[in-house]
């Protein structure tokens, strides 16, 4: 059972341009997600997160929108850089007992920025 | 540079064997993680330490076991390996018994053959 999806394996953007990764997710339980970053041969890397009680975060180049009625949220990139290539997975997390929680990851979609 | 250890990077090991997987997580994080990441999934919670003490299980199989020592690094124990278990397994860690933002390391890539 997946409940977080990422329905796009993978999206080539313009340089400059506007990236749009999306997100799905099942669990109404979650209430706090998390993008990742992943280049080959490394770990994944905290990008930017959204609290549920939120439905905008904004980093500079990225901007996280969450809609929780549709169980929606979307990592905005603008604009695009080459540097910006790589694996994104989106990530949720649910309180659990004693304020435990673990991360519960997509399956990542590969963007590549193209010059 | 995260700040999260994780050794050996490769392993190359037979069916049936057993391996152990190390992690040392940033200086002061308490929290410990182990993810899987096979080919085209996405990372799967594996189990969670906090300071010594096990907090979580996700879907670890019985083969496999782990534990976080006083020095707070970890090890992850894997035994009677299978093909299946051919994947990436990441070490992350956090300050806090939260892991939200936690911090991964480079990952060990098993190849059991």
């Known amino acids: 059972d997946q409940q977080v999806k990422q329905n796009s394996p993978s999206l080539s953007v313009q340089e400059g341009r506007i990236s749009i990764l999306n997100c799905d997710y099942t669990?109404?339980?979650?209430?706090?997600f998390l993008w990742y970053k992943k280049y080959p041969a490394e770990g994944p890397t905290f990008l930017i997160s959204i609290s549920s009680i939120k439905d905008k975060n904004e980093d500079g180049r990225f901007t996280v929108f969450l809609n929780k009625s549709a169980k929606h949220l979307s990592l905005h990139i603008v604009p695009s850089q080459p540097g910006d290539s790589a694996v994104y997975f989106c990530?949720?997390?649910?309180?659990?007992?004693?304020?435990?929680?673990?991360?519960?990851f997509g399956t990542g979609t590969r963007l590549t920025i193209i010059p | 540079d995260s700040g999260v250890t994780q050794t050996p990077k490769h392993l190359i090991t037979a069916t049936g064997q057993r391996v152990t997987l190390r992690c040392s997580p940033r200086?002061?994080?308490?929290?410990v993680y182990w993810y899987q990441q096979s080919l085209d999934q996405g990372l799967q919670f594996l189990i969670h330490?906090?300071?010594?003490?096990?907090?979580a299980k996700g879907n670890i199989l019985e083969r496999f076991s782990a534990q976080q020592f006083p020095d707070l690094h970890s090890e992850l124990n894997l035994s009677s390996l299978e093909l299946g278990d051919s994947a990436l397994y990441f070490c992350?860690?956090?300050?806090?018994?939260?892991?939200?933002?936690?911090?991964f390391g480079q990952g060990t890539r098993l190849t059991v053959v």
């Open positions: 992350a860690s956090s300050v806090e018994v939260t892991n939200t933002e936690a911090f």
């Open positions: 669990n109404s339980m979650f209430d706090y």
């Open positions: 330490y906090y300071n010594g003490e096990e907090r």
């Open positions: 200086s002061g994080d308490l929290s």
């Open positions: 990530a949720a997390s649910a309180p659990q007992n004693f304020g435990n929680e673990k991360l519960t």
